[in-house]
């Protein structure tokens, strides 16, 4: 049986942007039907959309939802395209999934930096909007620490040291769920 997928980054980004193409005025079933731009496992129709559903299974069966969170937060597109004609349309439009995946990895990141604070010491000041930046950062999004620290009018050792703290975060929950997602990938001959 010759593998559907090259690697499992492959497989990851080829369910979680199955359908995300945002064909205005199509119906949700039509949007599945199609596979995503770029993608190059053959599959089409509604055996892409089975596929990509066997895929997301095994992520959310394998591991928790910080490390499955994660995989869709490196593999989701940012933004969709958008033709709605509206003068303020950019163009584009936010990616909903992967947009509540950086969500949810903000919360997890503020949980984090509570639990590894020292009782009885004041810890790095919380603020909602480095997080979610810096987690994006992560992801891919261009933010500079300095125009960050700036724009949230702190230091940059602050954004510094709160980026230290996400970056290990989200390191090491990545690494788990990419071992976890290879080896069920493996073990169901999705991938070589």
Known sequence: MTPLFKSAHAAVKFAVNC???SHIGRSTVSKLADPPKGADTGLVGLDGVGQA??????????????????????CSVHKLSCSC????????????????????LSM??????????????????????????????Y??????????????????STV??????????????????WSLIEERLRDAFLIF
Not at 53 to 74: F, G, K, P
Not at 117 to 126: A, L, M
Request: charged fraction near 30%.
């Open 53 to 74: 559903a066997m895929v997301l299974s095994m992520i959310r069966s394998s591991m928790d939802r910080r490390q499955e969170a994660c995989l869709v937060a490196r």
């Open 139 to 156: 992801f891919g999004e261009r933010v500079r620490i300095s125009e960050l620290a700036k724009a949230c009018d702190i230091t940059d």
């Open 160 to 177: 510094t040291n709160h980026n230290s703290k996400i970056t290990k975060m989200l390191k090491k929950s990545e690494g788990e769920a």
């Open 19 to 21: 359908g995300n193409e």
């Open 108 to 137: 997890e990141a503020k949980l984090a930096i509570e639990e590894d604070r020292k009782p009885g010491t004041r810890g790095i000041q919380d603020n909602p909007a480095i997080r979610q930046a810096l987690i994006a950062k």
């Open 85 to 104: 004609g509206a003068a303020c349309c950019s163009r584009s439009r936010p990616n909903w999934t992967w947009f509540e995946a950086i969500n949810f």
